[in-house]
């Protein structure tokens, strides 16, 4: 496809090495989309502290038990009583009942996050989609497929499991910290303090591991974003690739991005799983601690032996939730790296789609013309200077050129792909600027040399072009596109399926084709570019003759390399490095002998 060539652009995401742009930032954006779920998000929480009470009361009470089975067996050696059995049996019943309340709140609070965490992801893949509609074609040229992909895919599929795994985690280990914090303060002071001393240990392994780890999840999710591109972009190429011989460069090439996904992996991994055996180990320190402490209060008979083994599992409650904090962090990290790429994919600039008073495209005919336009896709680099052309509805107009004179980026220009630096361009009068860019488009079919056809039946992608038509209207375009007999010797007719690849039918029926599909779709203004350049002769010329009967009645702008197909041509529009440097018709130009002259004689000259 001929066109002017862009400034190479990085994609999205911090530089390797950076950390995230702001933790606190994307935590606050990801908390402001999911204030739409505060209701849901509020009964989950009364469940789990519901939860979490409960089951910080158990211990507790499963003391009371061990109290009074312990004073009945004293009483009993010393034979001044006996082991109240009922008394223990209802003790224990009455705790059954108090864990299987805390079971089923915890279901209902777990139940109800998944919704929420299912609803995120379900939602931010929906916004990305009309996102990716409203963004300008700049964004999608100067990034990998992969690269947008995996905003959609993994980021979101992240983010997902964190939001799931992490919030429900955070509100039941806070609440059993400090459900436990003052269920150990009724039981003992001494020892409580004693626990206590892990905690400032606890928090500086802890702020130390995030303070390292943050930039290494951030570089895995964006190196993920670049393995997910390269695959993409191989897979979708590998013919060309086995053709020249690529596949140990390209290998290579894959193995230096795996790298660095492994090596950010292993390095997030490695912080993220040494936080917990840390953790584990100072925890362990302090209930020896707490142990030695305890012993010695029961010695002096401080506090009943029931006391003891009920602190003995807080204390070990006590540090759970510490390390529980220290893996949520981790998971943390991850959501904020995933949610900073998605939120910003969608805070990207987006075009305007719509004007205040938008002009309507019915009875319009189809007249353009451009009016000394000026564009660049860089402000200070401009490529297309001072051009201005008057075309008639229903005019043929070729543009034709050396590979990257502008002829592609003229009919970007022309349905807004991209806005120019100055000048204008109207339709029957009406600035473009002043469509909704939604009903601009409409006006325009496209043919292009790459084609595009989907995995279905023909009938289904000839009737993209227009959704409503009949199969009658679907038949009539496939006949006017020469391409009905074709059609009708293959299995199924209609209703043979292309598949992924549209590998089952060759370049000039796929091209055939999308020219039914654009005459179905009837549109004022088509678009032919460089429609005939990968064929052989004889496909050329059915093509030829199918898109004759498309561009009769309409205006049509086409973009060709071989001169001999645009010679009927209304006008003929000459273009090198950007500007229009000659114009007229065929006969015209030939009698002037300038650079059109040079091109068509050239391409003659090469026929023979």
């Known amino acids: 496809m001929s066109e002017m060539k862009r400034p190479k652009m990085h994609g999205p995401g911090p ?13 606050k954006k990801l908390i402001r989309y999911m204030s739409r779920y505060k209701f849901r998000i509020l009964i989950m929480m009364i469940f789990a502290v519901a939860s ?25 050696v010393q034979g001044t009583g006996s082991i109240d059995f009922t008394k223990i049996t209802r003790i224990l019943l009455f705790l059954l009942c108090i864990y299987l309340c805390s079971a089923l709140f915890s279901f209902i609070q777990g139940f109800v996050m998944s919704g929420i965490a299912n609803d995120v992801s379900y939602n931010l893949r929906k916004e990305i989609s009309k996102k990716i509609n409203r963004l300008p074609l700049k964004y999608f040229e100067s990034r990998t497929t992969g690269e947008v992909l995996s905003r959609v895919t993994n980021d979101v599929d992240t983010l997902q499991q964190s939001l799931n795994q992490s919030i429900t985690q955070m509100i ?40 390292r780890s943050q930039k290494y999840f951030q570089q895995q999710q964006r190196y993920l974003g670049e393995v997910n591109g390269q695959i993409e972009e191989v897979y979708g190429g590998h013919n060309i690739v086995k053709v020249f011989n690529k596949e ?63 602190f003995f599992q807080y204390i070990r409650n006590f540090t759970q939730p510490v390390q529980q904090i220290a893996q949520v962090t981790n998971m943390l990290q991850m959501a904020a ?27 319009l005919k189809g007249n353009v013309q451009f009016e000394h336009v000026s564009f ?31 002829k592609t980026t003229m009919v970007k220009l022309l349905m807004r792909y991209y806005d120019i630096n100055s000048g204008s361009i109207k339709i029957d009068g009406h600035d473009v600027k002043d469509f909704n860019r939604s009903e601009l488009r409409k006006m325009f079919g496209m043919v292009l040399q790459e084609t595009w056809l989907f995995n279905g039946t023909i009938m289904e992608n000839i009737r993209y072009g227009r959704l409503d038509a009949t199969d009658e209207e679907v038949i009539a375009a496939a006949k006017a596109a020469h391409i009905h007999k074709f059609i009708m010797s293959q299995p199924g007719g209609y209703n043979m399926v292309l598949n992924e690849e549209t590998s089952n039918v060759s370049q000039g029926q796929k091209q055939l084709l999308t020219i039914a599909r654009a005459i179905l779709a009837d549109n004022q203004i088509l678009i032919l570019d460089e429609a005939t350049s990968s064929v052989d002769t004889r496909t050329e010329e059915r093509i ?17 390399h071989r001169l001999s197909t645009i010679r009927d041509a209304d006008l003929i529009l000459v273009m090198k490095d950007g500007d229009i440097i000659e114009q007229g018709n065929h006969e015209e ?20």
């Open 15 to 27: 530089k390797g090495g950076e950390k995230a742009k702001d933790f606190g930032d994307a935590m």
């Open 52 to 76: 979490t009470v409960f089951s910080i009361v158990g211990p507790k009470i499963l003391g009371k038990a061990t109290t009074e089975l312990f004073t009945g067996l004293v009483a009993k």
């Open 172 to 211: 039941t280990s806070v609440t059993t910290l400090i459900g436990v914090f003052i269920m150990m303060l009724s039981i003992n002071v001494w020892m409580t303090l004693c626990a206590l001393l892990i905690l400032p240990v606890s928090m500086t392994i802890m702020g130390q591991v995030m303070k």
């Open 248 to 310: 140990d460069d390209v290998i290579a090439q894959f193995e230096e991005t795996n790298k660095k996904l492994y090596d950010s992996a292993w390095k997030s991994q490695t912080f993220s799983g040494i936080m917990m055996p840390v953790m584990q180990f100072v925890g362990n320190v302090g209930y020896v601690m707490v142990a030695l402490l305890g012993g010695v209060f029961v010695i002096r008979g401080s506090i009943q032996v029931g006391d003891i083994q009920s």
């Open 337 to 363: 790296a995933a949610s900073e790429r998605v939120f910003e994919f969608l805070e990207e600039e987006e075009e305007d789609q719509t004007v205040e008073h938008p002009v309507h495209t019915e009875n």
């Open 376 to 406: 660049g896709y860089q402000p200070d680099k401009i490529i297309v200077n001072d051009f201005s052309a008057d075309i008639k509805d229903g005019q043929k107009i070729a543009i034709v050129g050396p590979t990257g004179a502008g």
């Open 544 to 560: 030829q003759k199918a898109m004759d009967n498309l561009m009769r009645g309409r205006t049509s702008f086409v973009i060709a």
């Open 589 to 608: 130009l030939m009698a002037k002998g300038g650079f059109y002259a040079g091109l068509y004689n050239s391409q003659f000259e090469k026929a023979v």
